[in-house]
Each structure stands twice: as C-alpha cells, then as structure tokens.
C-alpha cells in the first residue's frame, strides 16, 4: 500500500476522501458535546431551580404575613382617628 501522492486532497478530484470524512467525524463528535453539554447543565440546574422556588415561596408567605400586619395596624390607626374625630379631638387630623 503506497501513500497517497502530492494534490490527492483537492477539491474536486476523485479518490480518497479521508480529511472530509474525519471533518465530518470532528463536527459530528463537537455537537454531540456540546448537545451533552446542555442537557448536563439542565440537569443539573434543575435542584437549583426548586430551591429557588421553595425559596420564592417562603418569602411570599413573609411578605404576605407582612402586607397583613400592616393592613390590621393602618385599620386600628384609622379607627382611631375616627374615634378621635367624633370626640371632637382637634389633634384627630383628616
């Protein structure tokens, strides 16, 4: 079995087609990485994303816990005023 000569990778020529064959070969191998690539990286940030959402949960149930504090303490400041205005109270305000 002798080499192939000088010129037998042209574009064009007829023969061995070796160099194209192993592009190929290189292209297919970088997407099937780069496809394992991405499919690890979903994986492993899908924890990530229910500990963000158990999180996100948590500190909504404070905020809510927190808006209705403030909801029942504007409620008594309010009656209060209310209270003071029908005494006639001149510090009463509104």
Known sequence: MTAPGPGRYRAGRRGWHGP??????????????ALTATVAGRASAAPADGVLAVRARTLQAELDRRHDTIERFTER?????????????PTAGG
């Open 20 to 33: 194209p064959v192993v592009a190929c070969a290189l292209l297919a191998l970088a997407v099937v990485l």
């Open 77 to 89: 400041v309010n009656a209060t005023k209310e209270h003071r205005r029908q005494l006639g109270d």
